[in-house]
């Protein structure tokens, strides 16, 4: 890759709340998948020799109008192809969701699954392999951004089509800076600069916070501290692949997040999704907030005067994450699979991935997208959005490893207690290695 209820991100959804749902329940579910399949008669071929696709989009509000109307393109110029998209649930649910349909045998063509769920799902038989689709044919594989091939790899083989591409930065608002007496920062500046700049910032009189950062220990939480890892040598998993790979880097990544609280510099969102901390920041009492191109609409909607900063990070040198998300494919017979083919395949062309990008709040999976003169208008038009795709040029993407949704809630867990003051760094740590070095010694 990014959960909200209330979708701030114009109705694209992400950073799932599936994860807390463990991969043993899917795995679970797949004996259960060899058995039946959701077909129709003849393999889902009508008398008329058109073959009907389900979709589960998992959209809401202008992301679910972009995905409809790139459908209608689709099933006006494919006749022999009707893809269905009323089907599915909101995205957050869509892992639940996914693995009852797996265990009861009857389950959709397509789903937009988050890409940390994806090695989860990709355990299921059903899911449709498409490394020879994505290498061949129209799909600008080859030219896709780097994180949005990683996001779908798994062990070697591409086991969905990239759907959304995004990545992290900090939004600064302009305004409270001047008041601050502070310079807006500049790409190069240190995780030290970033909590100093907080603590000038914020101003307890008024309710103004120097930033903000989710703090339910959910995958919005979590995935945020990444860069910092990676930034300092860490990783998320070991490369023996039996232990995590941050037990000391993430005790410094920790040290940062704890000098935000001791500072009393970091508003603390109680709720999912993030969507408080995005309010405090639209009311003009956040000097800075980590977020996605997906908030810049609403940033703007508010009145903002903003500006975008790559992340900092302790080595001066670029990192970032981004949080790529998918669309999955599953087994209901040739017909149906070859049909999703076509679609997934049309969809990623960078034609629709323009209009996707433009209407939904993504950016551009390829280059040949972020060259068409749709794109250069959106990024001419939108201050700040280059910024987020520069970013793609370096931005990491968390592993596509079985194990992972234990690891996330297991550091999710100890970040929280940093942020409350419940834990220091070292022991929050000690505490998540615990409990995610055991997972990842799970046969799987």
């Known amino acids: 890759m990014a959960p909200d209820p209330r979708t701030s991100r114009r109705g694209i959804l992400r950073r799932g709340s599936g994860l807390a749902?463990?991969?043993?329940?899917?795995?679970?579910?797949?004996?259960?998948?060899?058995?039946?399949?959701?077909?129709?008669?003849?393999?889902g071929v009508d008398a008329e020799g058109r073959v009907t696709v389900e979709l589960w989009h998992g959209q809401t509000d202008t992301g679910r109008a972009a995905i409809e109307a790139l459908v209608r393109d689709f099933n006006r110029t494919h006749p022999r192809i009707r893809v269905d998209p009323g089907g599915g649930v909101i995205a957050d649910a869509m892992l639940q969701k996914i693995t009852a349909a797996l265990a009861s045998g009857s389950f959709?063509?397509?789903?937009?699954?988050?890409?940390?769920?994806?090695?989860s799902v990709a355990r299921s038989p059903s899911v449709v392999d498409l490394s020879e689709t994505v290498r061949s044919g129209p799909v600008p594989w080859s030219d896709f951004w780097a994180p949005a091939r990683e996001a779908v790899t798994v062990n070697g083989r591409v086991r969905a089509a990239p759907a959304l591409l995004d990545s992290l930065a900090v939004v600064c608002d302009k305004k409270l800076f001047r008041a601050a007496g502070l310079p807006l920062p500049r790409a190069g500046w240190t995780w030290q600069e970033f909590t100093d700049t907080a603590a000038r910032l914020t101003d307890r009189r008024r309710g103004v916070f120097g930033t903000g950062w989710p703090g339910v220990g959910d995958e919005d939480t979590v995935w945020r501290l990444w860069p910092m890892v990676w930034d300092l040598g860490g990783d998320v998993?070991?490369?023996?692949?039996?232990?995590?790979?941050?037990?000391?880097?993430?005790?410094?990544?920790?040290?940062?997040?704890?000098?935000?609280?001791?500072?009393?510099?970091?508003?603390?969102?109680?709720?999912?999704?993030?969507?408080?901390m995005y309010q405090v920041f639209a009311s003009g009492r956040m000097g800075m907030v980590v977020t996605g191109p997906w908030q810049l609409p609403d940033i703007r909607d508010a009145g903002i005067d903003y500006?975008?900063?790559?992340?900092?990070?302790?080595?001066?040198?670029?990192?970032?994450?981004?949080?790529?998300?998918?669309?999955?494919?599953?087994d209901n017979g040739p017909a149906r699979v070859r049909a999703a083919r076509t679609f997934v395949t049309w969809l990623a062309q960078p034609a629709q991935d323009v209009r996707w990008g433009i209407d939904a709040g993504s950016l551009p999976l390829s280059r040949q997208t972020q060259a068409l003169p749709d794109w250069r208008a959106q990024d001419a038009r939108t201050a700040g959005l280059a910024v987020f795709t520069r970013a793609l040029e370096t931005a990491r993407v968390r592993p596509a490893h079985p194990a992972y949704p234990q690891i996330s809630q297991a550091l999710g867990q100890a970040i929280v207690a940093v942020l409350l003051g419940r834990s220091s760094p070292a022991e929050a740590l000690r505490r998540c290695a615990r409990t995610a070095d055991a997972a990842l010694l799970i046969p799987r």
Do not use: N
């Open 21 to 43: 749902l463990g991969a043993a329940a899917l795995a679970a579910s797949s004996s259960a998948a060899l058995t039946g399949c959701a077909g129709g008669a003849a393999d």
């Open 307 to 330: 500006h975008v900063v790559p992340l900092p990070s302790y080595s001066r040198r670029p990192m970032t994450i981004s949080g790529p998300d998918t669309w999955t494919l599953f």
């Open 108 to 119: 959709p063509d397509i789903a937009y699954v988050f890409g940390s769920d994806l090695s």
């Open 237 to 276: 998993v070991a490369r023996d692949g039996k232990s995590i790979g941050f037990a000391k880097t993430g005790v410094r990544a920790l040290e940062t997040v704890e000098a935000l609280a001791r500072a009393k510099s970091v508003y603390i969102d109680p709720k999912p999704g993030s969507e408080q």
